[in-house]
C-alpha cells in the first residue's frame, strides 16, 4: 500500500498563498524558491508544495476538488484562532456520525483543508 508524502498545489496567485501558509497558519517552510515552488512541512509524513499555475495547464473548473484533512488534538481553539486571523470557514467545527469532530477552510489558492479529531472510542 502506498503512502502518501507530499501534494501539489498549483496556484494563480503564489506569493498571496505561501504568505498564507507562513503568515496565517504558521506551517514550517521547509524550502523555497521564490516565484517557483514553495514546500511547507504539514505533518510529519506530509509535504505540501505550492507552485504557480502553469499557462498550459487546462484551466480550473468552479469544482474546487483538492482537499487534504489533517488530525490534530484539539479543533475548536484552532478553528477559533484561524478565524481571529481573518480566515472564514467554510464549515464550522462539527461531530461526525464517523467519529470525528472536523472543520474546513479554503487557503486564498482555493486549496480546502479540513483539520479534524476523533471522538473518545471514533476514529
Do not use: W
Not at 503568515?23 to 510529519?44: C, H, I, T, W, Y
Not at 484561524?82 to 462539527?94: F, H, I, M, S
Request: proline residues 7%; hydrophobic residues 35%; negative net charge.
Amino acid at each position: 500500500m502506498a503512502k502518501l508524502n507530499g501534494v501539489e498545489h498549483h496556484v494563480h496567485d503564489y506569493d498571496k498563498e505561501v504568505d498564507f501558509f507562513k503568515n496565517v497558519l504558521g506551517v514550517k517552510l521547509n524550502r523555497e524558491s521564490p516565484g517557483r515552488m514553495a514546500s511547507f512541512q504539514l505533518a510529519d509524513n506530509l509535504a505540501l508544495v505550492v507552485l504557480p499555475q502553469d499557462p498550459s495547464h487546462p484551466g480550473y473548473s468552479g469544482f474546487r476538488g483538492e482537499t487534504i484533512c489533517l488530525e490534530v488534538p484539539e479543533v475548536d481553539q484552532l478553528s477559533q484562532q484561524l478565524k481571529a486571523k481573518g480566515v472564514k470557514l467554510r464549515v464550522e467545527p462539527g461531530d461526525q456520525r464517523f467519529g470525528v469532530r472536523n472543520f474546513f477552510f479554503e487557503t486564498p489558492g482555493g486549496l480546502t483543508i479540513g483539520y479534524q479529531t476523533p471522538f473518545p472510542g471514533g476514529h
